[in-house]
């Protein structure tokens, strides 16, 4: 808790009071529409209860923390929001999303900042070993904040947005597929070949950190598509659309694909892009950074990008007790007491005895 000359910066679960300290209240311009706050406050309430009922209705929802700039004869300031949710099933990685509203009066922007992101991880529902939060590259003062909260970078990735009006050449061909291979939605018969995909086109660290089994593929996947080849024969996933809601966005998906590029990925994307456009229904796509071919495929489409984000991630050191439940022994056991103040043992000798 900061403090400045009566003024001090407070850290609080989102409650109803707040939706007055709205700066934009009511409005849909930086801030958030009353309608959004109430939602939010819905699904803090039902997160609340994560601790004592473990559901995929816990699992889905967002916990809000407000930060507060308050005065005793000033009203209270909603200066940001903080949205974290589970990344998986078992809760180890959490997602934190940082919403800004306003630059507090008498603090830096830095120091309520980082606040807000210390008691974030603090939480007690949360309660988590690992967090990914995502930034905008060009935001330097966030990005300091975050890299001395102990974050680390990840992964960053080019936001992709499809043209407003399509060519009129998408919209009338129907383009189709090449032979043995189909998008299919994730299934369990399909989603450990995908999440092997997934993990291959990140860092082994990454993969630490986002502890993601099949099963949480499956508990996000509406919408999700996976791309596979040899359909007669022993199918294999050569691309991915994975359902990747962030916060408040709008519809998203992220574009993953394993190491070698495989022609048959232009013609199929091609194929799902007209299925986006006839239904009217067209997210913004995310793609790795280093992904040029598939940023090539996307220009030819007519798809535009304007800004990255950068995927940051932290993990911390479990204890010895916690690895020795898992059926490892600790290092005192394995090498025993060391006990200097005892006389050491006779050194053994190369002469002949007698």
């Known amino acids: 808790m900061g403090q400045s000359a009566g003024f001090r910066l407070r850290i609080e679960p989102l409650k109803a009071g707040h939706i007055a300290s709205n700066p934009h209240n009511g409005e849909c311009n930086d801030g958030l529409p009353d309608t959004t706050l109430q939602t939010l406050l819905v699904q803090n309430w039902v997160s609340g209860l994560g ?3 473990r559901s995929p209705l816990t699992t889905r929802t ?5 930060l507060l700039e308050t005065a005793s004869t000033h009203q209270d300031r909603l200066l940001a929001l903080a949205l974290l949710r589970p990344g998986n099933r ?4 959490w997602h934190l999303d940082l919403l800004q509203f306003q630059s507090p009066e008498r603090f830096s922007h830095a120091q309520a900042l980082r606040l807000l992101i210390q008691e974030s991880m603090k939480d007690p529902v949360a309660q988590s070993p690992s967090w990914l939060v995502r930034c905008d590259p060009l935001d330097r003062v966030t990005l300091d904040v975050l890299r001395e909260s102990g974050f680390q970078p990840l992964l960053q990735r080019r936001i992709w947005t499809a043209p407003q009006k399509q060519p009129l050449a998408l919209e009338e061909q129907t383009p189709g597929l090449p032979d043995e291979v189909r998008w299919s939605a ?14 291959s086109s990140i860092s082994p660290q990454h993969r630490q950190i986002i502890d993601r089994h099949w099963s ?3 508990d996000r996947r509406q919408g999700s598509l996976v791309l596979m080849a040899g359909v007669d024969q022993e199918p294999v996933a050569i691309a991915g659309l994975l359902n990747r809601p962030w916060g408040l966005d709008a519809s998203r998906f992220e574009f993953v694909r394993g190491p070698a590029w495989d022609a048959r990925i232009s013609s199929a994307f091609t194929d799902i892009v007209h299925r986006w456009v006839v239904r009217g229904r067209t997210p913004e796509l995310l793609v790795n950074e280093d992904d040029h071919r598939m940023q090539n495929q996307l220009e030819s489409l007519g798809w535009t990008s304007e800004k990255s984000e950068l995927l940051l991630g932290r993990s911390l050191w479990r204890r010895v007790s916690q690895r020795e439940q898992g059926g490892l022994r600790s290092l005192e056991t394995m090498l025993g007491h ?5 006389p050491p043992l006779p050194t053994p000798t190369l002469a002949p005895r007698r």
């Open 51 to 53: 601790g004592l009922i």
């Open 338 to 342: 060391l006990q200097p103040q005892h």
């Open 62 to 66: 967002n916990r809000v923390l407000s």
């Open 186 to 199: 994730v299934s369990r018969s399909n989603v450990k070949p995908l999440l092997s995909l997934e993990q």
């Open 216 to 218: 949480d593929l499956l």
């Open 90 to 93: 078992r809760s180890t990685c």
